[in-house]
């Protein structure tokens, strides 16, 4: 179910991307011509919420919901995926700051990986029990 779940998110946020932005350098490695892209408004606070922020939050909640089957078992390794999950984001937007990472830093992607993060931690108390429990 999970893994339906996340395929599922995952394939929105490809859509978006693949539709609505302008090209992205995933597409271009990848050699993916996507044609004709959709003009938007982004002057618009939804149309951006909708073009820009949504789709990193649908990937970032993809793969806190993957990591939900390193929670099983708690060993060090587990927690060390958990914890690479969960940063992972937030690594990336600061390489972007640096210019390790290419791609462009923005405010408004690291509200939008805090913001997913607090609704799964809200939803998924496997996690937050983990990384609040004892090793054992």
Not at 39 to 58: E, G, I, S
Request: charged share 10%; with cysteine.
């Amino acid at each position: 179910m999970i893994l339906s779940v996340t395929t599922l998110l995952l394939l929105i946020g490809v859509g978006i991307y693949f539709f609505f932005r302008t090209p992205i350098i995933a597409f271009s490695k990848l050699h993916i011509d996507s044609g004709e892209y959709i003009a938007c408004n982004t002057n618009n606070p939804l149309v951006y919420f909708m073009v820009f922020c949504l789709p990193d939050a649908l990937w970032y909640m993809s793969l806190l919901l993957v990591q939900t089957f390193f929670i099983e078992e708690k060993g060090w390794l587990n927690r060390f995926l958990v914890g690479v999950a969960i940063s992972l984001p937030f690594l990336l937007e600061t390489g972007q700051y640096f210019g390790c990472v290419s791609g462009t830093f923005d405010w408004f992607d690291i509200i939008t990986y805090c913001l997913t993060l607090i609704i799964f931690l809200l939803c998924s108390r496997k996690i937050f029990l983990l990384l609040h429990s004892k090793q054992s």
